[in-house]
Each structure stands twice: as structure tokens, then as C-alpha cells.
């Protein structure tokens, strides 16, 4: 059970994977040279990887390239067009490190081309209504197709286009206007566009010199940025502050992470979207529910998917904005169909605070979203729920049964027992029990609410139990009333916050594997040096790694 011992919480993988060493400061960090001096760290394979002055991190990440996920290309059209994507075509999913999409193994594979193909042609045909706007001339020809090819190519590539390029394009331009007019010429150049490795790939390359360790370009530092906050291709602005040389300081790169903030909303989508798969909350629409047994989910299911978003909003905009506050919060933003689930005065439902006083429910881990889609489709699920918490807010994953060569068999139904009790046989199994020690422990806390999140006292006749002692080795380990007990405790967890920084790495970083995992420990070493986000402020954290040189530095392959 490698993946729940040790007891440090801070450290961890995938779910699939046991945890590596290290506790929630992270690795051990190279010792540093002094003022003007150079520090080195291992680079992955062996050498040393020579940093800025005054840092000490063991590892960059590596010098890479990676494609844009699915929000990511709709945003940047949205953005570059001023179109939607169409509803009747749909890209595959994105492939998910750590559950994030955000991450540099997307790959343009056969189905994802011929996906993304229907989708360029379609956008290029809904955006020629607007091409008196995008267009930047008047008079129709080839001298306005190469203005064209300039500037919407340098918005869309994120950097000048080389002559090439250019050359490729008015090419791409003149076969489109072959018996055929002017505007036909562009929308061949867009959707020519819209599928080039120059829009799809967020380069992290440098400027092809030698050096190690590598310094990002300033057009790829203005992209890494505009993607991480807005999820879309930088602005005019923040183009002109790579092309002065701002972003090359932390200072630099922070002043505009926080335009960006500041001009995104009350909360970034990017930000929202992060916080939702961290915890597995955006596959709530894919969840489906015995109808015999929640006859009501699929009326709430809505309300359901809306309340994370609005509960994270006004959590980051309107009140705190810390992981403690996520997990412990008394108070829930709720339709009223919602708050009538949870039995709850509905006044300000939707648009504001609902009180969730005189329930058990408390944070993001008892909203019915959690719940529903860490549970199976007619009853609870201690195990997953067990699972999704150890792993992804106590940083503690349990190994894959798989892994142990161990062949899952479902508790058999009976009546005259409740879910926990049939659950219970796994501590009796001698290959099961070491995980299920943890697992269990977490789990059972949430059988006071069903497979829909409605709270209970009962399965049929039974009484529900939901108090635990989890005895793991663990900063956790103690004794439990009920899961609102055990977000209470988690709110206030030093490892917690910890975790949460990781995930947010992972997410920040679009990269999860354990080969990169000196690089995040690094960053937990420097984000514990800001009292924010150590103190768990959501977007403290990440305005951490953009002032960090993991932000801006990469490793030579």
C-alpha cells in the first residue's frame, strides 16, 4: 500500500501509481552559489542544468512543444474570429495527464485530423459574414491577401511569421481564388490556418541557440501566459510587452498576469476549469443515474454541473479565494431546485450565498456533484469517493488493484445490510486490507449522503453510519463524525494546501508524469516562500509560477 503510507501527505502520482518520495516541501534542492552565483541541478538523465542566479532547483521542465486542447482552440477562435465553434461537429476528447487537459501528450492522431479538418472548413465559411472586420483592407487582391496573411497569421502563430510562411500562405490565397473570388481566398488561407502546427502548438523552444538552460522567446513567454489566464492567444498589449523586453523579469510577467486577471472576469474560465478537474467535477455531464432508483436526478442534473462554477466564483471573487475556504465553506451558491435537494432556505438561490447551517454538508467534497460523480449509478460509492479524496486532496493515491494483481469483485447485493457494511468485507480480505484501511476509512465518512448527494439517515430501514477512525501513518489519521468532520480537518491541513499547489502545478504546467516530478517539487519549495499561497490563496499560487524561472526557463532534451 505504497501509495498511502509514510505519512509526509505532500507528495504522490497519478491514481494509478504509489507515491514517490518527499514531503511537502518537496525534493531535496541543490545547494546554491551565492549572490551573482549559479546553482545546478540534476537534469532528469544525469549533467547539471545551470540556472539564474540565486535559484535552486533540482530540474526544468523539458524543452517541448504541445497542442493545444480542445477549450484552448475554441477560445483562440472565438478570440482570432470572432465565431463559435460549430455544434454540429465535434473535436475528439482531449487525452488527460493527472485528469487534466492541459497537458503535452495531445497528439494530432487520424480521427483528431479529420475532426479538426470539418471543424476549419466550417469555421472559415461562418466567419466570411465577418470579413469586412477581419479583413484589414478594402480593395480585394493579392496585396490585401498578403496583409492579411501578416497580420492575422501573427495573431493566430503567436510571433511573426517568417517569409516561408508567408510565401506558403499567399500560395494557400491563389489556389483559393481560382475561378473563384477573393473572399474565397481567404477562407482558405484561415481554414489553412486553423489546422498548421504554427496555430496548434504552444512552442517552449527558445530561440534555437544553444544555450542551456534554455530561455523562452518573449513571444513564447507572452503565449504561455496568455494561455495559462485566458486559454487564447495574447493581446496587442501583452505582444508589445514581449516585444520590449518586460516580460524577461518576474516582475514583468507578474504586472501582466494580473492585467489579464484583472480583464478576465471575476474569475478566469482557465482558473475554473483547473479547479474542476482537479477534482473530477466536469464529468458530471457524463454521469447518468438509475431512474428507479434517483428519480430526480436528471431534472437536477443541471443545477447540479452549475453549482462548482458559481461556488468557485464566489469563493475566489467575493471571498477568500483559499483552499481552506473550498473545503470547509458553511455556505454554497444553489439554484433553488438545488438548495431544496439540500433542505435549505432557497432565498438568493443562483445568484448568491445559500446558508448550508444546521447540515452536514461543508466545501466542495459534500456538494452533489462530488457526490454524484464519485458513486455508482444506484447506490453510493465509498470506495471511489475514498479514492478521488486520499489521491487528489490528500496527495496519498492507492495503488491500482491492477497493479497488485488483485481481481476487483463487487460486494454482492443483500438487502438486510447497508452499503457499508457490505463494503466492509474488503477488511477482510488480507490482500485488500491495506489499502482499504485507507480507502475506507476516507469513504465511509460520505455514506451519509446518497449516489445523487441528497443527505440520509437511512438505507431503507438501516441506519447509516458515517463516522471512521483512519489509523494510516498519516498527518489525517484520527477520528471522524462524518465527512463535513473530515473537510473541516482537511481545510486546516498544511499538506493539503500543499497537494492542491501540486495539482495546480500539474495543471499550470501541462505536465504530470513522475518524470517531471523534481521540477514540481521545486515549485512547492518556492510557492511555501509566498505567505499567500502557502496559506492556500488560489490565485496566489499561480501568480507564484509565473514569477518563478520554472515559468521561464526550460531544459535542453
Same mark, same amino acid.
Given at each position: 500500500?505504497?501509495?498511502?503510507?509514510?505519512?509526509?501527505?505532500?507528495?504522490?502520482?497519478?491514481?494509478?501509481?504509489?507515491?514517490?518520495?518527499?514531503?511537502?516541501?518537496?525534493?531535496?534542492?541543490?545547494?546554491?552559489?551565492? +549572490?551573482?552565483?549559479?546553482?545546478?541541478?540534476?537534469?532528469?538523465?544525469?549533467?547539471?542544468?545551470?540556472?539564474?542566479?540565486?535559484?535552486?532547483?533540482?530540474?526544468?521542465?523539458?524543452?517541448?512543444?504541445?497542442?493545444?486542447?480542445? +477549450?484552448?482552440?475554441?477560445?483562440?477562435?472565438?478570440?482570432?474570429?470572432?465565431?463559435?465553434?460549430?455544434?454540429?461537429?465535434?473535436?475528439?476528447?482531449?487525452?488527460?495527464?493527472?485528469?487534466?487537459?492541459?497537458?503535452?501528450?495531445?497528439?494530432?492522431?487520424?480521427? $483528431?485530423?479529420?475532426?479538426?479538418?470539418?471543424?476549419?472548413?466550417?469555421?472559415?465559411?461562418?466567419?466570411?459574414?465577418? $470579413?469586412?472586420?477581419?479583413?484589414?483592407?478594402? +480593395?480585394?487582391?493579392?496585396?490585401?491577401?498578403?496583409?492579411?496573411?501578416?497580420?492575422?497569421?501573427?495573431?493566430?502563430?503567436?510571433?511573426?511569421?517568417?517569409?516561408?510562411?508567408?510565401? #506558403?500562405?499567399? =500560395?494557400?490565397?491563389?489556389?483559393?481564388?481560382?475561378?473563384?473570388?477573393?473572399?474565397?481566398?481567404?477562407?482558405?488561407?484561415?481554414?489553412? *490556418?486553423?489546422?498548421?502546427?504554427?496555430?496548434?502548438?504552444?512552442?517552449?523552444?527558445?530561440?534555437?541557440?544553444?544555450?542551456?538552460?534554455?530561455?523562452?522567446?518573449? %513571444?513564447?513567454? !507572452?503565449?504561455?501566459?496568455?494561455?495559462?489566464?485566458?486559454?487564447?492567444?495574447?493581446?496587442?498589449?501583452?505582444?508589445?510587452?514581449?516585444?520590449?523586453?518586460?516580460?524577461?523579469?518576474?516582475?514583468?510577467?507578474?504586472?501582466?498576469? &494580473?492585467?489579464?486577471?484583472?480583464?478576465? #472576469?471575476?474569475?478566469?474560465?482557465?482558473?475554473?476549469?483547473?479547479?474542476? @478537474?482537479?477534482?473530477?467535477?466536469?464529468?458530471?455531464?457524463?454521469?447518468?443515474?438509475? /431512474?428507479?432508483?434517483?428519480?430526480?436526478? @436528471?431534472?437536477?442534473?443541471?443545477?447540479?454541473?452549475?453549482?462548482?462554477?458559481?461556488?468557485? =466564483? %464566489?469563493?475566489?471573487?467575493?471571498?477568500?479565494?483559499? *483552499?481552506? @475556504?473550498?473545503?470547509?465553506?458553511?455556505?454554497? *451558491?444553489?439554484?433553488?431546485?438545488?438548495?431544496?435537494?439540500?433542505?435549505?432556505?432557497?432565498?438568493?438561490?443562483?445568484? #448568491?450565498?445559500?446558508?448550508?447551517?444546521?447540515?452536514?454538508?461543508?466545501?466542495?467534497?459534500?456538494?452533489?456533484?462530488?457526490?454524484?460523480?464519485?458513486?455508482?449509478? %444506484?447506490?453510493?460509492?465509498?470506495?471511489?469517493?475514498?479514492?478521488? *479524496?486520499?489521491?487528489?486532496?490528500?496527495?496519498?493515491?492507492? @495503488?491500482?488493484?491492477?497493479?497488485?494483481?488483485?481481481?476487483?469483485?463487487?460486494?454482492?447485493? &443483500?438487502?438486510?445490510?447497508?452499503?457499508?457494511?457490505?463494503?466492509?468485507?474488503?477488511?477482510?480480505?488480507?490482500?485488500?486490507?491495506?489499502?482499504?484501511?485507507?480507502?475506507?476509512?476516507?469513504?465511509?465518512?460520505?455514506?451519509?449522503?446518497?449516489?445523487? #448527494?441528497?443527505?440520509?439517515?437511512?438505507?431503507?430501514?438501516?441506519?447509516?453510519? /458515517?463516522?471512521?477512525?483512519?489509523?494510516?501513518?498519516?498527518?489525517?489519521?484520527?477520528?471522524?463524525?462524518?465527512?463535513? !468532520?473530515?473537510?473541516?480537518?482537511?481545510?486546516?491541513?498544511?499538506?493539503?494546501?500543499?497537494?492542491?499547489?501540486?495539482?495546480?502545478?500539474?495543471?499550470?504546467?501541462?505536465?504530470? &508524469?513522475?518524470?517531471?516530478?523534481?521540477?514540481?517539487?521545486? $515549485?512547492?519549495?518556492?510557492?511555501?516562500?509566498?505567505?499567500?499561497?502557502?496559506?492556500?490563496?488560489?490565485?496566489?499560487?499561480?501568480?507564484?509560477?509565473?514569477?518563478?524561472?520554472?515559468?521561464?526557463?526550460?531544459?535542453?532534451?
Amino acid at each position: 500500500m505504497a501509495g498511502v503510507s509514510g505519512g509526509s501527505g505532500a507528495d504522490g502520482g497519478t491514481g494509478n501509481s504509489g507515491s514517490t518520495s518527499g514531503g511537502p516541501s518537496g525534493g531535496s534542492t541543490s545547494a546554491g552559489t551565492g +549572490a551573482g552565483g549559479t546553482a545546478a541541478g540534476s537534469a532528469g538523465s544525469g549533467g547539471g542544468v545551470p540556472l539564474p542566479p540565486g535559484t535552486e532547483h533540482p530540474s526544468l521542465l523539458p524543452a517541448r512543444i504541445r497542442r493545444l486542447t480542445n +477549450a484552448e482552440y475554441a477560445a483562440s477562435v472565438k478570440a482570432l474570429l470572432g465565431v463559435e465553434l460549430p455544434t454540429d461537429i465535434s473535436l475528439p476528447p482531449d487525452s488527460r495527464q493527472d485528469g487534466f487537459t492541459r497537458n503535452d501528450a495531445q497528439r494530432v492522431d487520424p480521427v $483528431f485530423a479529420i475532426g479538426l479538418d470539418q471543424t476549419a472548413v466550417a469555421v472559415a465559411a461562418a466567419a466570411r459574414p465577418r $470579413f469586412g472586420e477581419i479583413v484589414p483592407c478594402a +480593395a480585394a487582391g493579392e496585396a490585401c491577401a498578403q496583409s492579411f496573411i501578416e497580420s492575422f497569421g501573427e495573431r493566430a502563430y503567436r510571433r511573426p511569421l517568417t517569409d516561408a510562411e508567408k510565401s #506558403g500562405l499567399l =500560395t494557400v490565397y491563389q489556389a483559393g481564388i481560382l475561378d473563384a473570388a477573393h473572399e474565397d481566398g481567404i477562407e482558405l488561407v484561415i481554414r489553412a *490556418v486553423l489546422q498548421s502546427a504554427g496555430f496548434l502548438y504552444v512552442t517552449e523552444l527558445g530561440d534555437g541557440s544553444a544555450s542551456d538552460p534554455i530561455v523562452l522567446s518573449p %513571444h513564447e513567454i !507572452a503565449t504561455s501566459l496568455s494561455y495559462l489566464i485566458l486559454a487564447e492567444p495574447p493581446d496587442a498589449t501583452l505582444l508589445a510587452a514581449a516585444s520590449s523586453g518586460a516580460l524577461d523579469t518576474p516582475e514583468g510577467r507578474l504586472a501582466e498576469a &494580473d492585467r489579464l486577471l484583472a480583464g478576465a #472576469g471575476p474569475v478566469p474560465p482557465t482558473v475554473l476549469r483547473t479547479l474542476r @478537474e482537479w477534482l473530477g467535477l466536469d464529468r458530471i455531464d457524463q454521469i447518468a443515474k438509475d /431512474s428507479n432508483v434517483y428519480q430526480r436526478f @436528471e431534472g437536477l442534473k443541471p443545477h447540479i454541473a452549475a453549482e462548482p462554477d458559481a461556488f468557485f =466564483t %464566489h469563493l475566489i471573487a467575493e471571498s477568500t479565494g483559499t *483552499v481552506g @475556504e473550498l473545503l470547509s465553506a458553511d455556505w454554497t *451558491v444553489a439554484s433553488t431546485e438545488l438548495a431544496g435537494l439540500y433542505g435549505v432556505d432557497p432565498a438568493g438561490g443562483g445568484t #448568491g450565498r445559500v446558508s448550508l447551517a444546521g447540515t452536514t454538508r461543508r466545501g466542495i467534497l459534500n456538494q452533489a456533484a462530488f457526490l454524484s460523480v464519485f458513486a455508482h449509478a %444506484h447506490e453510493s460509492a465509498p470506495v471511489l469517493r475514498g479514492v478521488e *479524496v486520499l489521491a487528489r486532496v490528500m496527495c496519498l493515491p492507492p @495503488e491500482s488493484p491492477t497493479s497488485l494483481n488483485i481481481m476487483v469483485v463487487p460486494p454482492v447485493p &443483500d438487502p438486510n445490510k447497508t452499503t457499508r457494511e457490505r463494503f466492509e468485507i474488503h477488511s477482510t480480505d488480507t490482500s485488500c486490507a491495506g489499502c482499504h484501511l485507507a480507502i475506507d476509512g476516507v469513504g465511509f465518512t460520505f455514506e451519509g449522503f446518497d449516489g445523487m #448527494g441528497a443527505a440520509r439517515t437511512k438505507e431503507g430501514n438501516l441506519d447509516v453510519d /458515517s463516522s471512521t477512525v483512519l489509523a494510516i501513518d498519516s498527518p489525517f489519521d484520527g477520528e471522524y463524525a462524518d465527512s463535513a !468532520a473530515l473537510a473541516m480537518m482537511l481545510s486546516e491541513s498544511p499538506e493539503v494546501r500543499a497537494c492542491f499547489a501540486r495539482h495546480l502545478f500539474r495543471s499550470a504546467a501541462a505536465r504530470s &508524469d513522475l518524470g517531471v516530478r523534481p521540477t514540481e517539487d521545486a $515549485f512547492v519549495t518556492e510557492w511555501q516562500e509566498n505567505a499567500l499561497a502557502a496559506n492556500g490563496n488560489i490565485l496566489e499560487s499561480l501568480r507564484s509560477f509565473v514569477q518563478s524561472p520554472l515559468f521561464a526557463y526550460r531544459r535542453a532534451q
